[in-house]
Structure formats: C-alpha cells, structure tokens
T-cell receptor, first 113, second 112 residues
Framework: NAGVTQTPKFRILKIGQSMTLQCTQD?????MYWYRQDPGMGLKLIYY???????DKGEVPNGYNVSRSTTEDFPLRLELAAPSQTSVYFC????????????FGPGTRLTVT | QKEVEQNSGPLSVPEGAIASLNCTYS??????FFWYRQYSGKSPELIMS??SNGDKEDGRFTAQLNKASQYVSLLIRDSQPSDSATYLC????????????WGLGTSLAVNP
C-alpha cells in the first residue's frame, strides 16, 4: 500500500511552459485535493475532487486545471507557467466513511524561471 | 471568513520538557480537529485527531479540545530533538466536501 504518490519530485520550468503534476492514491479514496505551499506560508487549496468526474475550485485556482477520470488519479495541469507558480505542490486524499483525515503525498517542488 | 490561528513561533524548549502548542478556530460548526507535523522539506504527516471535548492521549502526544472556547492544543511530553518541526492545526470545514481549514503552523525547536 503506497498511499499517495506524486511525480515528479522536482521540476524546473521556463516561463510560458506547461506541465502536468501527477498524483495517484491506492487507498480507494473518493476525495482528493491539490495544495500549494509557499516558503513560510500555509497550505492553499488549489482544486479538489469528491469523486471521479467531479472537480471544483479551491482558494487559488487561477493558472491551473485538473481532471479526475479515475478514482486513483488526480493530475494537476499548469498552463503557461509563471514565476508566481514557483512553490511546493502537495496532493492529499481522504475517503474513509465520514472521515476528514487527509493523507499527503511527498510533494513536487516546482521552480519557474 | 473561517480561520484557524496559531502562534508562528519559534517555540523553543529544552530536551525532556513539555512543549505546548495552541490553536484557535472561528467556525463553531467544526467537528473534527487535527494536528499535523511537517519536517522541513517534507509533506505534512497526521499525528493526532480529536473529535470531542477533553483530552486524547497517544504516546507522548496529548490533544486537548474545548469547543466552547474554540480552542485546540497539542502537548508533547518528554520533547526530543526529533520533535523539531512545524506543527499545523487543521479544522474541518463543516459540511463542505471534507475540506480542512489550515493554520499557518507553529515552529518548534527542541534543544539538546
């Protein structure tokens, strides 16, 4: 049981490039979340999903897109990368009945230059 | 605006002492409360959950909840240098797709 996995671990993008951050969980969780965390700052919710085919915006969705075609996968797409998107990105999931406990992946450290 | 507030620290305690971390929240409808530990450069790790008023103990960790005062705390007994990390308080956003409201975290340094 690997839990929540994320790839890549690190990435450097040039301004204007695009990329997809991958997130997979093997716990059969319905709820999945994408956060970003800037240095010394708290977790900001980007997008979340309550099940396959259902996604919704969080606090800071601009510049990002998501899809959820399966229960396991919740990729985050960055279009036209900007320096403001330099951050650490965490994927999390929860799904036990009635539970709010979120379990996090190891994160992707993204630098846009 | 629903909020969770924590002292940013750093909180510095000697090895073997009790570390006390505090958190207040604004949403009276919140029912679930969590403490996460985050080491530098790592992801948040769930260490305690608490759902009802009172104390909950797990090893060296005790979570305390007072819903009337909208206050959650985490006590770490016999603090070790390996406890040095940022501790995040998270509170359920009542009825809202299981989202959590996050505090900014308290940095704890345990000095040998």
């Amino acid at each position: 049981n690997a839990g929540v996995t994320q790839t890549p671990k690190f990435r450097i993008l040039k301004i204007g490039q695009s990329m997809t951050l991958q997130c997979t969980q093997d716990m059969n969780h319905n709820y999945m979340y994408w956060y970003r965390q800037d240095p010394g700052m708290g977790l900001k919710l980007i997008y979340y999903s309550v099940g396959a085919g259902i996604t919704d915006k969080g606090e800071v969705p601009n510049g990002y897109n998501v899809s959820r075609s399966t229960t396991e996968d919740f990729p985050l797409r960055l279009e036209l990368a900007a320096p403001s998107q330099t951050s650490v990105y965490f994927c999390a999931s929860t799904g036990a009945a009635g539970s709010y406990e979120q379990y996090f992946g190891p994160g992707t450290r993204l630098t846009v230059t | 605006q629903k909020e969770v507030e924590q002292n940013s620290g750093p909180l510095s305690v000697p090895e073997g002492a009790i570390a006390s971390l505090n958190c207040t929240y604004s949403d009276r409808g919140s029912q679930s409360f969590f403490w996460y530990r985050q080491y530098s450069g790592k992801s948040p790790e769930l260490i305690m959950s608490i759902y009802s008023n009172g104390d909950k103990e797990d090893g060296r960790f005790t979570a305390q909840l007072n819903k009337a005062s909208q206050y959650v705390s985490l006590l770490i007994r016999d603090s070790q240098p390996s406890d040095s990390a940022t501790y995040l308080c998270a509170v359920s956003n009542a009825g809202n797709n299981r989202k959590l409201i996050w505090g900014l975290g308290t940095s704890l340094a345990v000095n040998p």
